[in-house]
C-alpha cells in the first residue's frame, strides 16, 4: 500500500506559477510511475504528466507542453510539478498517482493510488 499525499494547491492570478508536490509514503523495489492528472468541474480526468521513477523519462500532456514541468527527489520520495504561465482553464483539483510495471501513463486506469488532490484556482 502507497498513501500520496499532495501539496502546493492554491488561489494564484493568470501568469503566476504554482509548485505542486506529492509525497509517497513507501517506496518499493521495482518499475513504477508517478503522474500527476487533473480534473475541473464537470469535465473528465486528464493526464498532465508522469515520470518513470527509475529511468527518469518524463511525459507531459499536449495541453500543459511547455507550462508544466515534473520531477522527483529520490531522497524525499516525493514528486514535482511545477506549473508556469498559468492560465484560468488551468483551475482543477491536482491528483497525484502510483502506477506499477509496463503502463500507458496517460491512462488513469493504469494507475494503482492515488491522493486526495490539491485544488488549484487561476483567477483571470
Known amino acids: 500500500q502507497v498513501q500520496l499525499v499532495e501539496s502546493g494547491g492554491g488561489l494564484v492570478q493568470a501568469g503566476g506559477s504554482l509548485r505542486l508536490s506529492c509525497a509517497a509514503s513507501r517506496r518499493t523495489f521495482g518499475s513504477y510511475t508517478m503522474g500527476w492528472f487533473r480534473q475541473a468541474p464537470g469535465k473528465e480526468r486528464e493526464f498532465v504528466a508522469a515520470i518513470n521513477w527509475s529511468s527518469g523519462s518524463t511525459y507531459v500532456g499536449d495541453s500543459v507542453k511547455g507550462r508544466f514541468t515534473i520531477s522527483r527527489d529520490n531522497a524525499k520520495n516525493t514528486v514535482y510539478l511545477q506549473i508556469n504561465s498559468l492560465k484560468p482553464e488551468d483551475t482543477a483539483v491536482y491528483y497525484c498517482?502510483?502506477?506499477?510495471?509496463?503502463?500507458?501513463?496517460?491512462?488513469?486506469?493504469?494507475?494503482?493510488?492515488w491522493g486526495q488532490g490539491t485544488q488549484v484556482t487561476v483567477s483571470s
Open positions: 498517482a502510483d502506477g506499477r510495471g509496463a503502463m500507458d501513463v496517460r491512462i488513469s486506469r493504469s494507475y494503482d493510488y
